[in-house]
């Protein structure tokens, strides 16, 4: 019986750990943000993208007509998501969007 005892065991300890990599993988991903794409399908680019959340900005740049930019995004509290434009004329347009963890 001791050799099966020590066989689980083998087995039990790498199982384990895959099962607790997993968890954290998991978690980690919960906690590392929210991913937020912006896509431009208008016919002119987007200029100076900016992403706003609780206690943090996020600078997307431009964004080409036809192309999309993504960051990961990571509000400290329940949040809106404000995206900030540079229009032609140089005013800033804001859009958002609220944002509930």
Known sequence: ?????????LLAIPVGLVVAILIA????????????TVENSGTTPLKSVVLHVTGASYNLSNIASGASATARV????ESLLEIEITDDDGKFVTLWMQLVL
Not at 74 to 77: A, E, F, V
């Open 74 to 77: 990571t509000p400290t509290s």
């Open 1 to 9: 019986m001791n050799e099966k005892n020590n066989r689980w065991w």
């Open 25 to 36: 993988a998991v978690a980690f991903q919960v906690r590392s943000g929210i991913r937020v």
